[in-house]
T-cell receptor
Framework: GAGVSQSPSNKVTEKGKDVELRCDPI?????LYWYRQSLGQGLEFLIY????????KSGLPSDRFSAERTGGSVSTLTIQRTQQEDSAVYLC????????????FGQGTRLTVV | GENVEQHPSTLSVQEGDSAVIKCTYS??????FPWYKQELGKRPQLIID?????GEKKDQRIAVTLNKTAKHFSLHITETQPEDSAVYFC??????????FGTGTSLTVIP
């Protein structure tokens, strides 16, 4: 595709259920990032992938959060036993491996835990 | 890793005035400094960036300046218009290409 694609766009789930968010980066982009943005807030770093490996998982809020990336392409962010405080927009971004290129963002997944 | 700080967190200006947003970073090896604009309900999008081999870059009403010695860079918007109202984020990648974002500046341009 032409840009970073995230699915679903919106997700409403019941507290305690597991959810899986998907990110399709731009073809050829080896770096992939997940951020969380609560209403009116900044970009909270969650995890960064270089290829299939995650050099930095320090931003994952708890052990309920996990992420993987396969084939150096699609990434999934899984939240287990969702809590109301997990409600936010989850943004994915990708960039080329070079450090002199921009990160392109997907449109985000708006997660609401009820 | 990198530590990016951004100021101010909110900024209100009259239409036609200038707006300046400043960011500092900690990793002296950082060499790329993008600025993103996020309109309400939309994704962040790049508006301007600067590489470390230049001190200033301008694109119509927006400009970015970089001071590598002091490790800070700034976004300048001149002749502000209501459509400039948005949240602006600065960023700096570390040597491993991980992007670190500032906390954002909410700019309001008052007509």
């Amino acid at each position: 595709g032409a840009g970073v694609s995230q699915s679903p766009s919106n997700k409403v789930t019941e507290k305690g259920k597991d959810v899986e968010l998907r990110c399709d980066p731009i073809s050829g982009h080896t770096a992939l990032y997940w951020y969380r943005q609560s209403l009116g807030q900044g970009l909270e770093f969650l995890i960064y992938f270089q290829g299939n490996s995650a050099p930095d998982k320090s931003g994952l809020p708890s052990d309920r959060f996990s992420a993987e990336r396969t084939g150096g392409s699609v990434s999934t962010l899984t939240i287990q036993r969702t809590q109301q405080e997990d409600s936010a927009v989850y943004l994915c971004a990708s960039s080329l491996v070079s450090s002199l290129t921009e990160a392109f963002f997907g449109q985000g997944t708006r997660l609401t835990v009820v | 890793g990198e530590n990016v700080e951004q100021h101010p967190s909110t900024l209100s200006v009259q239409e036609g005035d200038s707006a300046v947003i400043k960011c500092t970073y900690s990793d002296s090896a950082s060499n790329y400094f993008p600025w993103y604009k996020q309109e309400l309900g939309k994704r962040p999008q790049l508006i301007i960036d600067i590489r470390s081999n230049v001190g200033e870059k301008k694109d119509q009403r927006i400009a970015v300046t970089l001071n590598k010695t002091a490790k800070h860079f700034s976004l300048h918007i001149t002749e502000t218009q209501p459509e400039d109202s948005a949240v602006y984020f600065c960023a700096a990648p570390d040597t491993g290409n991980q992007f670190y974002f500032g906390t954002g500046t909410s700019l309001t341009v008052i007509p």
